[in-house]
């Protein structure tokens, strides 16, 4: 029972860093994370242009809702909905994939 009230308090484990480097070393994050980049652009191709630029503005620009909302004269709940539906499209792209 002490057991797993300890696990409760603390679920993480240590790991020791070399023996991450000699599992895990091979990989480069750099070239990993760039593939990812061109297929994801890949698949803002694929959608309509407003949700594109909507997606972009959103989390490539950092922008607010409301700045989105205030330049497309739309709502902010409007804003909001149609980055939610152009998320999920491009789920659904990129299980098909």
């Known amino acids: ?10 679920p993480f484990k240590t790991v020791d860093i ?7 070393g091979h990989i ?8 990812e ?8 191709d694929k ?3 407003l949700e594109k630029a909507l997606l972009l503005m959103r989390y490539k620009d950092n922008m607010k809702v409301k700045t ?12 909001k909905m149609r980055l939610k539906r152009a998320k999920s499209r491009l789920m659904k792209l990129r299980e098909k994939k």
């Open 1 to 10: 029972m002490y057991y797993l009230r300890e696990q409760k308090k603390n």
């Open 47 to 49: 959608i309509e242009p």
């Open 68 to 79: 989105i909302a205030d330049a497309f004269q739309l709502g902010e709940s409007t804003v």
């Open 28 to 35: 480069d994050l750099d070239d990993t994370v760039n593939l």
């Open 18 to 24: 070399n023996e991450l480097e000699d599992t895990y």
């Open 37 to 44: 980049k061109e297929a994801n652009l890949a698949l803002l």
